[in-house]
């Protein structure tokens, strides 16, 4: 089981590979754009926490992802006390609670929880056969979707938090709901909402929210970096300013330019051309990832391939929004793209986990 | 349907994700045509707003407030001047960037990197000034190039100007940037980095007063920093004037007296302690290193050994020599070893504890009494007394008129001097205090050490007849401090007060000297009845000093001269200072008559 055979090297989807090795190659070609001026050659570094997300990605595809699935309530526990460790004693990294040291590496486990999701996710509806969801299973998912998220939450990475919110709600669509239920959900989400902005959410959060609907507001708090980032995008035109040459980006009125905002730095240098360009071949990739799902052997694997896309989808379009000013500044980064390397394992990790089930559809049990 | 593994029917899953995926393209789609709609339709708005883009805070520096003069003339000014900085994200190419700005600015390109190295600290949108003190005919081709050079900024700045040149340079001190440490060590101060504040002199002890507030102009500033406009003005605001207590034409004269040679000039307004003028030379034209970058001129003048920089009237360390002597009478006088009719007989030398001593006029002055030895400033009656007086007793006179502490002028940096007693000499040497070493101190040699300031204080003291005079600059001091009762302050040392007629035979010694063809005559000033008393101090050893005149050869001593007029409610005090000017009474004297001369005249004007 651990070996991976030459018929299963065969059945890898090169083409899914091959469309996320170029996103990060553009990805590593923009950061060097947007900090080549700075101490710290960040674009080799990124280079590096690709080969990383390749070896990691490897490592999954060696396995076969019923064996992760088995196990996933052991990850699941594992990654609750981590979440809860990361509360009671990491260090405060800008405010949020959201690193954990383990000896010289810095994991993020929030970032591992949204993998453990999946998995968890993949388990808990793998024998769930009707067609639609009962409300004692709705509730079971909801409470082991909650605890991590509450303790997400309360680190407080809203982003993060977010994207689980979008997992388990993909995974519900999936095992289907009712119009009662889907109103029932949105009732309770809008009551957690009303009720979370008056208590929960932080003044700075809260500000966010409001500049999204008036940047103008805010021009040198949180609306400068979504007026800056538009004005990066808007200024970009057609054609773009040439690489290397954006104003915005290389003069630094972006912030977070290679990390969150990358791709404003894309729209400014390369215009909508360049935009086009991105946006067309991500479209390729979460497509190649979706219908994936049509050649899952089981119903864990259509979970699996469902939801891992739907994380790499969310992030893409949140981030994409984010920084033309469609959605508040949640920092979620742009998937491949950004700069850092917790976020690049994951997705990595999360598309071996999809060509995983794809590569083993004819696999017997 | 069978529940089978392997045929497991998973079209209803697969057909919701297919849904999902539909829903997630469809948005894709909707972003991309927001994108089209900022990137294509509305690009021209953006690339507008590219191009008028930051806002960004610039200093305006207030000006300093004005350092006046007690008639209102400026000492020390504001001009405008202009500065170059460099703002280092603006750099393309940083070595053909370096070379141009080193060319344009007519500096060496290491120089260049040197004042930008120094300030690397800073956020690379922060211009570091690399240029300062610049006309406007300078900065012509600088602006000219803007468009090459985005990285170079030009602004106006205040700067201070002395129109005087080296006019009470000492007084007013100079201004600094101050090194980083010192900034960060008072934040509440808010020296901004770049800004000069007062190292010494006024500019330094009133610094919190000349200083004004800053203001800031929120400029809007395009992608290549030039500024496209302006929200908000913040206007500056100008520190507080300073008077002071000099008068022009007395330092004018002050500093004309002392061209060519090493001394100090102290004048005194002898009622408040005001201080008139007050000139040390050499000295040197602050408006020369006005600026941040100070190598050359800086550096010459740190290290020359005449030391121009340092303000000798409160730091310069000098035997008082026979000005001591005043001292002396006062103590002999004051705590009953001599009276005012005690006679001694001086024949030109004496023989004390085993060894010769000889007055300075070798004939001999004859027989007599206090006043007379002061006014002939005659070694041998004062050796008498030395052989009389304890050590600690004179160390207490010496005390009472404020020898051996500051004068608490408000200049920083005053030294204390030294009036040496028992206790000092064991503590500091280890050893018994001589009472050979007594007859030393006597005529003002031996350890003894005084400021100029410190004569001038004690010379106000006597004119006063015991007021207690604090010498300052400030005009509007409110701490002129004053204490009416003739004696000062009950003394603390267990002997008895000072009488009024201790200082009035004190006095009338100091009056023939100058005007009854003493010592210090060369300072008479017709009907102005000035009391001076005359000093030379040995700079070697009384020894060899007495071989060297033996032998004809030229003694070199400081010369003092030190008093005030008229003797009834005294006006001034001077104190002159040359520094190897021979003779009290041929060099000193005659600066001090001129001195007293001008206020007499200015006086006499209505």
């Known amino acids: 089981m651990m070996m991976i055979d030459r018929r299963l090297v065969g059945e890898i989807d090169w083409v899914l590979l091959a469309l996320i090795l170029l996103q990060s190659l553009i990805g590593v070609v923009f950061i060097y754009s947007s900090t080549n001026f700075l101490p710290g050659a960040f674009y080799v570094r ?38 809860v460790a990361t509360l009671v004693f990491a260090r405060l990294v800008a405010g949020t609670k959201s690193w954990i040291t383990l000896g010289l590496m810095q994991i993020q486990p929030s970032e591992l929880a949204k993998i453990v999701l999946i998995l968890v996710f993949a388990r808990l509806f793998a024998e769930y056969k009707s067609a639609y969801l009962k409300t004692a299973h709705t509730l079971g998912a909801l409470a082991v979707a909650g605890v991590p998220l509450v303790l997400i939450i309360a680190q407080p990475d809203l982003g993060t938090a977010m994207t689980f919110v979008a997992i388990v709600g993909g995974a519900f669509v999936l095992a289907g709901l009712r119009k009662k239920a ?86 400014e240098e390369t215009g909508f051309l360049g935009v086009l360009v991105v946006i067309v071949l991500y479209f390729a990739l979460l497509a190649r990832m979706f219908l994936s799902a049509a050649k899952a052997r089981d119903r864990a694997g259509v979970y699996i391939i469902f939801t891992a896309s739907l994380l790499i989808a969310f992030q893409f379009l949140v981030n994409i929004l984010m920084i033309i000013g469609l959605f508040p500044v949640v920092g979620i980064t742009l998937p491949f793209l950004s700069y850092g390397g917790s976020s690049l394992l994951t997705s990595y990790v999360a598309c071996g986990l999809v060509l995983n089930v794809r590569m083993r559809r004819f696999a017997n049990v | 349907m069978p529940e089978n593994r392997i045929y497991e029917d998973l079209s209803l899953v697969q057909r919701r994700a297919n849904i999902v995926f539909w829903i997630v393209s469809v948005l894709i789609a909707l972003a991309l045509g927001y994108y089209w709609k900022v990137q294509i339709l509305e690009h021209k708005k953006y690339a507008d707003l590219s191009e008028a883009n930051r806002t960004r805070m610039r200093v305006l520096a207030a000006p300093r407030g004005l350092i006046r003069d007690r008639r209102g003339g400026i000492l020390a000014d504001n001009k405008a001047s202009f500065k170059v900085s460099l703002i280092r994200e603006n750099v393309k190419d940083e070595a053909a960037s370096t070379a141009a700005i080193a060319r344009l600015l007519g500096i060496d390109e290491a120089t260049l990197r040197g004042r930008v190295a120094l300030r690397k600290d800073l956020q690379a949108f922060e211009p570091i000034v690399i240029a300062d003190g610049l006309e406007a005919q300078d900065v012509a081709p600088i602006e000219s190039r803007r468009l090459e050079l985005p990285e170079l900024v030009v602004e106006s700045e205040p700067q201070r100007f002395y129109p005087g040149g080296g006019l009470a340079a000492h007084v007013l001190g100079y201004l600094q940037e101050p090194p980083p440490e010192e900034i960060q060590a008072r934040p509440e101060r808010k020296v901004r980095p770049g800004e000069l504040v007062g190292r010494t002199g006024i500019e330094r002890q009133y610094d919190d ?28 605001i100008q520190g507080r004037d300073v008077v002071l207590t000099l008068d022009p034409v007395l330092q004018a004269e002050a500093e004309r007296s002392l061209e060519g040679r090493e001394g100090v000039v102290i004048a005194l307004d002898a009622e408040t302690g005001g201080i008139l003028a007050l000139a040390s030379f050499p000295t040197y034209d602050p408006n020369r290193f006005i600026t941040r970058f100070t190598q050359a001129e800086w550096s010459a003048l740190m290290s020359d050994p005449l030391a ?61 009494n206090l006043t007379d030895a002061i006014r002939n400033s005659c070694n041998i009656y004062f050796y008498g007394l030395g052989r009389r007086m304890p050590i600690d007793t004179i160390a207490a006179a010496a005390g009472r008129l404020g020898l051996g502490r500051r004068t608490e002028v408000d200049l920083d940096g005053e030294k204390d001097g030294l009036v040496p007693s028992e206790k000092w000499k064991k503590d500091t040497l280890k050893a018994p205090w001589y009472p050979g070493e007594t007859i030393s101190v006597a005529i003002g040699q031996g350890p003894l050490q005084v400021t100029p300031m410190q004569v001038a204080a004690l010379t106000a003291r006597i004119a006063g007849r015991g007021r207690v005079v604090r010498p300052h600059l400030l005009r509007d001091d409110a701490a002129v401090a004053s204490a009416p009762t003739a004696g000062g302050p009950a003394p603390s040392d267990g002997l008895p007060p000072f009488t009024s007629a201790t200082y009035e ?102």
């Open chain 2, 209 to 236: 007063v000349l200083r004004g507030r800053d203001g800031a102009a929120y400029e809007v500033v395009d992608s290549l920093g030039r500024v496209r406009g302006e929200t908000a003005r913040q206007f500056p």
């Open chain 1, 182 to 267: 889907v109103i029932l959900l949105l009732l309770a989400a809008l009551g957690l909402g009303v009720g979370g902005w008056t208590i929960g959410l932080k003044d700075y959060q809260k500000k966010r929210v409001t500049t999204l609907i008036n940047p103008a507001g805010d021009p040198r708090g949180s609306g400068y970096q979504v007026i800056q980032s538009k004005i990066a995008i808007g200024s970009g035109g057609l054609a773009g300013k040439g690489f290397g040459k954006g104003t915005q980006s290389q003069l630094r009125f972006l912030p977070a330019r290679h990390t969150d905002f990358i791709f404003s730095v894309i729209g």
């Open chain 2, 505 to 606: 035979a004190v006095i009338a010694g100091m009056w023939g000297s100058v005007n009854e063809g003493g010592t210090g005559a060369g300072a008479r000033v017709e009907s102005f009845d000035v009391c001076g008393k005359t000093g030379s101090t040995q700079t070697m050893s009384r020894e060899s000093a007495e071989r060297l005149a033996r032998a004809g050869r030229p003694v070199k001593t400081h010369s003092w001269f030190s008093g005030f007029a008229p003797r009834v409610r005294p006006r001034i005090v001077v104190t002159v200072l040359v520094e190897f000017g021979g003779g009290g009474g041929a060099t000193a004297a005659p600066v001090a008559g001129r001195i007293f001369d001008l206020f007499k005249k200015g006086l006499e004007r209505p």
């Open chain 1, 46 to 83: 990124q280079l590096i926490w690709i080969g990383l997300g390749l070896l990691a990605m490897m490592f999954v595809l060696a396995i076969d992802y019923k064996f992760f699935v088995a196990l996933s309530g052991y990850f699941y526990g594992l990654v609750v006390l981590l979440l």
């Open chain 2, 308 to 368: 121009p920089l340092e303000n000798r009237a409160i730091r310069g360390l000098y035997a008082p020599g026979s000005i001591f002597k005043l001292v002396m009478a006062m103590a002999g006088l004051g705590f009953g070893y001599v009276t005012a009719d005690t006679s001694v007989y001086c024949s030109g030398a004496t023989e004390i504890y085993g060894a010769i001593r000889h007055c300075w006029f070798a004939p001999g002055h004859g027989a007599m």
